[in-house]
């Protein structure tokens, strides 16, 4: 994910975290951020290009003009531009226009650029080859776009995102890219009929998510030689078996499987780096044993696993002993299995969603639990007395309740509650913070309203 550093713009990075929720990245994959966070992950304005980094001040005084650096735009506000010499991130969008305005094209400055809903462009426009400079670069539902040929002029780029473009069918250009870290091809179901070969002609990828993309596809064999990936998205129904291929990448410490309704999942057996696996909208009554042999993994987010009941063998979670982030939401449980009592270094639990859930039991044996989702269960009347059971606990979200016995808990800091409350029961430092909620947190949302 590329990264504006604000408090000193000329700092572009990649967040080298791994996968959103799991994610403010993690890596930024998975089911809520396919709309938001896989197109260019900017820190971008969206009503109006006058907005600087100091919220407080005059958005339209002359003096504040040259701290701007990340803006939305349609083309009436392109000539707007001009004022703005220090951009380094623009989003375009324009339906109506097949050509982008010279004002983008002479932003030397610029760094990031995508170009989203342009469905009057039928192939990449010519004043791309003014910007060698950009590093990150998206196409976002252009429809009509059949040629990307001018990639190649853009030998800068680190990240590449073609969202939803459904007439592309070439896609070579890709392969002169050798600096590229990161590649999202998603939303390409219907004209990406196999992964392009010019992937194992890119030495620095590290990134790749093909979210609804490659339904259909069999052969997976380019990921034989790019040993060096570290993050995979595969949101698709990936067949009878999650990819034998996939035991190549030895380096891969993120994986998203989401909506894979495989029954053979045996490749994760040898995929030991692994340290954080997604997986959501899965149609098992019963969870894979191949997952205890993830022995590295130290964050799982399973959701939506509607057909998961108490009955399930959940023997395969007590292998996981490093985990340290877990969501199990939406599931039909009434109970959290016992095998949880054994991740001792466990410091985030949501079981967000399980309408059932009556029975949290389990969670006492946790010890380092930092943070606790509960929203949207029915086990509201256990939920204080095993907040003050848990002494490491600093954030808890939950819909209601009276806090007043968590008053002199020592070391709650947040609870979640929908919006602002002042409870005379809470001491100072254990005051009712009521942020939105980021569903699971550290290493995907901390830090991240």
Known sequence: MLVIDFADPTVISFDPRPLRDVAPSPYPFGYETALEELTLPMLINSTAITRVSDPAGDHTAHEHAERVYSVRIDKSEAKELRRFPNLRAVEYTEKKSAVLPAEVAALGALRCLELEG?????????????????????????????????????????????????????????????????????????????????????????????????????????????????VLNLEWRCGAAVPPALAHLRRLTALDLSACEAEDFSVLSSMGALELLAWRHGERAALPAELGALSGLRHLRLQFHKRLRDDADFSWLAELRGLETLAIEHCGLTRLPRELGALERLRELSVNGCSALTDLSAIRELPRLEYLSVEGTAALDQTVALARALPSLRFLAYPRGDFGALADHPTLELVHYGSWVEDADLDARARVAFEHHRSLGAGWRRGRA
């Not at 950009?134 to 030998?155: K, M, P, Q």
């Not at 004209?191 to 790749?208: D, F, G, K, V």
């Open 118 to 230: 342009v469905n009057r462009f039928k192939k990449l426009p010519k004043a791309l080859a003014k910007l060698p400079q950009l590093e990150a670069f998206g196409l976002t539902n252009a429809h009509n776009v059949r040629e990307i040929g001018l990639l190649r002029e853009l030998t800068e780029l680190r990240y590449l995102s073609l969202y939803n473009t459904i007439k592309l069918e070439d896609y070579s250009p890709i392969g002169a890219l050798a600096k590229l870290e990161e590649l999202r091809l998603d939303a390409l179901v219907y004209s990406l009929r196999t992964i392009p070969r010019e992937l194992a002609e890119l030495p620095a990828l590290r990134r790749l998510s093909l979210a609804s993309t490659v339904a259909d596809i069999t052969d997976l064999s380019v990921f034989e030689a790019l040993p060096q990936l570290e």
